[in-house]
C-alpha cells in the first residue's frame, strides 16, 4: 500500500493526462486524490476502482459487473443441474461459498449466482439456508440454496465451512464464489472425493493454479474468469477519452465462462493466471 501512495503521488507530481487507479486504500490515497482534482487530472477507476472516493474524484470505472458474474456462474450450473433438481423426489441441495459479506466484489458475486438461480428455479421452489446473510426458508421447496461464509478470512474457516456442505447427502453442486472459496472447496475434498464427473458438481470463480488444474481434470466442470485485457484496454480507453475532456461512463469489462474444453482457447487463456 505505500510503494503504490508512493507511485501514485509521484504520477500526481508529474502531471500527466489522466491516471488509472485500483486503490489499495482510498482513505490513505485521499490527498493525492484531492492533488489530482485542484491540478484537472482526470482519474478512472479499475478492477477493484476506488471505493468511498469523494464524490467526483473518479470520472468512471472499468470493472467487472460482479453480480452478472454471478449470474453467469449460476447459468451455467443450472445448465448441468436442471434434470436432477425437476426430476428430484426429495429436496436437493446446492452449496454456495462466499470469502465474506464485506467485500463488495464477493458479495456480489454471491447474490448474483442466488438472485440468478431463484429465477431460474422459481421464487417458490428455493429455500434460501445456511448463513443469516441472504436466508429466506421456505417448506417444501424443490431446492435448498446453503449459504456458507467462514467466521474469518483463513484458509482453515473456508475448509471447514466447505467440508460441512459437501458432507451432505442431498448435495449435487457446490459454487465458489471466488479463488479463495474455490480453493477451500478443492481443500475438502481432497478428504472426502465428493467432487467431480459423476459426482457433486464444482464450479468457481476466477483462476489461480489449483482451480486450473481443478477445470482442466473434470473435478470443477468450470469456473467464471474476469477479463484482465478488457479491464485494462477499457480502463486506458476512458482515460484518454477523458483527458480530452469527453463525457465518460462506467464500463462492463465481461466475464467469461470456461471449461476443460475452451481454458485454452485465444480468447479465455488470456484472463487465466496460476
Sequence with gaps: MAQQLEYLNAAVAGKPAAICLAALDTKAALG??????????????????????????????????????????????????????????????????????????????????????????????????????????????KLILDVGIPAEVKDVDAAAVASAILEKEDLIAVYGSNEFTANAIITANEGLEKIGKGKVIAVGFDAGKKQLDAVRSGLFAGSVTQDPVQIGYQAVKLAYQSAKGETVKDVDTGAKWYTAENMDNEDIKPCLYE
Excluded: C, Y
Aim: net charge negative; no cysteine.
Design 32 to 141: 493525492a486524490i484531492s492533488d489530482a482534482q485542484d491540478n484537472n487530472i482526470p482519474i478512472i477507476g479499475f478492477d477493484s476502482g476506488v471505493p468511498n472516493a469523494p464524490e467526483g474524484a473518479i470520472k468512471a470505472n472499468a470493472s467487472t459487473n460482479n453480480s452478472a458474474a454471478g449470474a453467469l456462474a449460476a447459468t451455467e450450473l443450472f445448465k448441468l443441474v436442471k434434470g436432477k433438481i425437476e426430476n428430484a423426489k426429495a429436496p436437493v441441495r446446492i452449496g454456495v461459498l462466499s470469502q465474506d459479506w464485506n467485500g463488495e466484489s464477493v458479495k456480489s458475486r454471491t447474490t448474483g449466482f442466488v438472485d440468478k438461480m431463484v429465477e431460474l428455479v422459481g421464487k417458490d421452489n428455493i429455500s434460501i439456508e445456511g448463513h443469516d446473510a441472504l436466508k429466506n426458508e421456505k417448506d417444501g421447496a
